[in-house]
């Protein structure tokens, strides 16, 4: 990867090397490429870059990175010959920002996958002026949303109006501060999406270029997802579905007349043609009589039965066609009590949708159950756990603490996670109509302790490196040894105990000082000890810690390698606390806080399918949930 940065922003290469988890360096001149043809990340100035013409036939991703904390140095030429465009501020949230981006550019994180898997998805139809308004209160909108939509033409730049006061297309550069905003405060995906005149929109049908321009540079600064409209010149969509890398095209087609008929002829050649480029087909019409929702059903059917692919998400707007909105099942647009406006009729929130979905039968009423310590009168988990689950009414459990899972192996299915790590953790139920649910044994925790170790840093950063972990017993490792193995760890070198089961042919035991010497150094160290015992990762981190105080940039001619990470999984008052002895050092270091927070948001996915960010389980539980 090639990284363009601006003068006096040489520290973005070193987060870049640290979120990626490879060496960096730093080059006077394009010509010296040549000279670092093994090193994974390469920096340059941009102001150094004369001829961006020269960027031409690099074999490697380009990207040009501006801080616009210290004024707007963005240079459209120099863009034009990157493949992406990133854009931020010196905030908390840089590196998690950072993280997310070059994930997902570099094809690590794939939020599409995820999403083709779920039986419902929504996304939220902001409709703000300036995104910054809704800062405040986006993970309380966030909750129950599989993604969200930026609504490029509700926005309204200052000071850009026509002679009659109405607000104009918002610059580019205002469009790209908007979408780096709220890239670093939610973690669902972005569609980007844009109106014309036609649609209600401010995008003229006259100048379909200017769409290109726009949906382009989106893709250059790494949204999920385009929402490309229908009109818009065949060879324009083609362009676009050509450089789209990662992220997915929404193929768009609305029609306000009201005469659009879901039984002709028409309707299906729309969604062949949108079929072309589309990763999802969307189709919008204004109804006006209740028996169109009936057509659309009737369409929609027909649809999935012909093909396979893309997925079909088929609405009807105004009051009539909320029956439509609740019978979607892909990226149904939804509101929120607190959003200024809802972005088209009859737009429902994601409570409204499940309210009707209730209504009819298709979503019943379902019992979660947090189950404690359920051994009692000589009776052992594995006589009470049958009874519990087989009720009608039995939608999942979370198991506080968790119970081994040999005890529930005659009961119910057991997951991967569940049979390797060896505890119990949640019980899924997935419902059949006609059938009584069917339940799964599985564990959130290792999902919890990947998502804390993933937050700040792309996935492969722990590819092929080595890992440490201390835990008094294997028991206690288990969920974390689980969740390593899943980053591809090179070897988990464990203190205080020797792992026996079927992790044991990953780990290497660590039985003094000399064995330290001989490894390379870990990229992770995760401590599982008690409180009481936590103090003894401290040595650890003393000898393994990088000089914090080391030029990120350094001489041209010199090779950086990456930071390293820190997790403490042990509960209770620690004196000292190793996080803030970690920190202190250097490390990326983590609590069990941020783990346990993380669980929860797996768990409700595992139990109800549904997101809820990372910071509101956080705000809701005080900083301190324990599952």
């Known amino acids: 990867m090639l990284l363009l940065f601006d003068a006096g922003q040489e520290d973005i290469l070193q987060i870049a090397g640290d979120v990626l988890g490879e060496p960096y360096v730093c080059i006077g001149a394009i010509e010296d490429l040549g000279s670092h043809v093994d090193a994974c990340v390469i920096g340059l100035c941009n102001a150094t870059l004369l001829e961006p013409e020269l960027l031409k036939d690099r074999r490697r991703s380009i990207i040009t990175t501006h801080c616009l904390d210290v004024g707007d140095q963005r240079d459209e030429a120099l863009t034009e010959h990157c493949d992406y465009e990133y854009l931020y501020t010196r905030s908390p949230f840089l590196q998690r920002d950072l993280a997310r981006f070059l994930g997902f550019v570099l094809g690590q994180i794939k939020p599409h996958d995820d999403l083709k898997g779920k039986a419902r998805t929504t996304l939220l139809s902001t409709t703000f002026p300036d995104i910054r308004s809704a800062l405040p209160n986006l993970d309380i909108l966030s909750v129950g949303a599989d993604s969200v939509e930026l609504r490029v033409d509700l926005l309204a730049e200052p000071g850009r109006r026509d002679l009659d006061s109405r607000p104009r297309v918002p610059s580019l550069k205002y469009v790209g501060e908007q979408v780096m905003v709220l890239r670093q405060r939610t973690e669902l995906p972005i569609i980007f999406t844009i109106r014309c005149t036609n649609e209600n929109g401010k995008f003229p049908m006259d100048d379909p270029t200017l769409s290109y321009h726009y949906l382009r540079k989106a893709l250059q600064w790494g949204c999920e997802y385009l929402d490309v409209e229908l009109w818009l010149p065949q060879d324009i969509r083609q362009r676009l579905s050509q450089v789209k890398g990662h992220s997915k095209i929404i193929s768009a087609f609305h029609d306000f007349s009201g005469n659009f008929k879901w039984t002709s002829e028409e309707a299906q050649e729309l969604f062949r043609q949108g079929a072309v480029y589309g990763d999802v087909v969307k189709m919008i019409a204004l109804i006006a009589k209740m028996e169109q929702n009936y057509d659309l059903e009737t369409f929609r059917a027909g649809i999935q039965s012909t093909y396979t692919h893309p997925p079909l998400s088929g609405l009807n707007m105004g009051p009539i066609g909320q029956l439509s909105r609740t019978l979607n099942k892909v990226f149904t647009p939804i509101t929120h009590p607190l959003l200024p406006i809802v972005a088209a009729p009859g737009q429902l929130s994601a409570a409204e949708i499940n309210e009707r979905l209730h209504s009819m039968s298709q979503l019943p009423s379902l019992e979660l159950l947090m189950m404690g310590d359920i051994v009692s009168a000589g009776r052992s988990s594995a006589d009470a756990i049958p009874r519990v689950i087989s009720k009608s009414n039995f939608g999942g459990a979370v198991m506080c603490p968790p119970l081994p899972a040999v005890e529930l192996r005659e009961s119910m299915g057991m997951s991967e996670a569940a049979t390797a790590i060896g505890h119990v953790d949640t019980i899924v139920a997935r419902s059949s109509k006609g059938a009584a649910a069917t339940c799964t044994a599985d564990n959130a925790t290792w999902k919890g302790i990947r998502a804390t170790l993933t937050r700040?840093?792309?996935?492969?950063?722990?590819?092929?490196?080595?890992?440490?972990?201390?835990?008094?017993?294997?028991?206690?490792?288990?969920?974390?040894?689980?969740?390593?193995?899943?980053?591809?760890?090179?070897?988990?070198?464990?203190?205080?105990?020797?792992?026996?089961?079927?992790?044991?042919?990953?780990?290497?035991?660590?039985?003094?000082?000399?064995?330290?010497?001989?490894?390379?150094?870990?990229?992770?160290?995760?401590?599982?000890?008690?409180?009481?015992?936590?103090?003894?990762?401290?040595?650890?981190?003393?000898?393994?810690?990088?000089?914090?105080?080391?030029?990120?940039?350094?001489?041209?001619?010199?090779?950086?390698?990456?930071?390293?990470?820190?997790?403490?999984?042990?509960?209770?008052?620690?004196?000292?606390?190793?996080v803030a002895v970690a920190a202190a050092l250097g490390w990326a270091a983590y609590g069990v806080a941020d783990v346990h927070a993380w669980t929860a948001v797996e768990t409700l996915r595992l139990l109800v399918g549904e997101n809820v960010p990372f910071d509101f389980v956080k705000l809701a539980s005080g900083n301190s949930l324990v599952l």
């Not at 840093?457 to 206690?476: M, Q, T």
């Not at 290497?508 to 990229?523: A, W």
């Not at 080391?550 to 820190?566: I, R």
Request: aromatic fraction near 10%; charged fraction near 20%.
């Open 456 to 578: 700040d840093f792309v996935p492969s950063a722990y590819s092929g490196r080595p890992a440490i972990l201390l835990a008094s017993e294997e028991s206690y490792a288990a969920a974390a040894i689980f969740a390593l193995r899943s980053l591809n760890v090179e070897t988990i070198y464990t203190i205080g105990f020797k792992a026996r089961s079927s992790a044991a042919s990953h780990t290497q035991y660590f039985s003094g000082l000399e064995d330290l010497k001989r490894v390379t150094p870990p990229f992770v160290i995760v401590s599982a000890l008690p409180a009481e015992k936590s103090a003894l990762v401290t040595p650890l981190l003393k000898y393994y810690g990088r000089n914090s105080n080391e030029d990120p940039a350094g001489p041209s001619s010199s090779t950086h390698s990456a930071g390293k990470v820190f997790l403490d999984l042990s509960n209770g008052p620690k004196r000292p606390d190793p």
